[in-house]
């Protein structure tokens, strides 16, 4: 099993940025890509972005692109998401997830684990 942990939410103003962390713990040599999603109250989880096993590809929604960036940092188990430009209507809990499985077509694939989530407020 796979225990994804988020970090690094908050309250923050329009404009402004925030990092959230995801850290991976327990067998994380089975964990592939990874991604980060969102749901604000009242509305489904909405996909954000997702990168790649080897960190080197990366796919955005367009509501984020240019905005967000997602990264990863393997030797600490860690993905982050850069936000910037924050904007209210990005205020949501933000969960991070990874796949168990190798797909080279990631980005349309089903995800296996999951964190609990972190908050993030926007305010205008």
């Known amino acids: 099993q796979v225990q994804l942990v988020e970090s690094g939410g908050g309250l923050v103003q329009a404009g402004g940025s925030l990092r959230l962390s995801c850290a991976a713990s327990?067998?994380?040599?089975?964990?592939?890509?990874m991604g980060w999603f969102r749901q604000a109250p009242g509305k489904e989880r909405e996909f954000i972005a997702a990168?790649?096993?080897?960190?080197?590809?990366?796919y955005y929604a367009d509501s984020v692109k240019g905005r967000f960036t997602i990264s990863r940092e393997d030797a600490k188990n860690t993905v982050y998401l850069q936000m910037n430009s924050l904007k209210p209507e990005d205020t949501a809990v933000y969960y991070c997830?990874?796949?168990?499985?190798?797909?080279?077509?990631?980005?349309?694939?089903?995800?296996?684990?999951w964190g609990q989530g972190t908050q993030v407020t926007v305010s205008s």
């Open positions: 997830a990874a796949q168990g499985v190798y797909y080279s077509d990631y980005a349309l694939r089903e995800y296996d684990y």
């Open positions: 327990g067998r994380t040599g089975r964990t592939y890509a």
């Open positions: 990168i790649s096993w080897s960190g080197g590809s990366t």
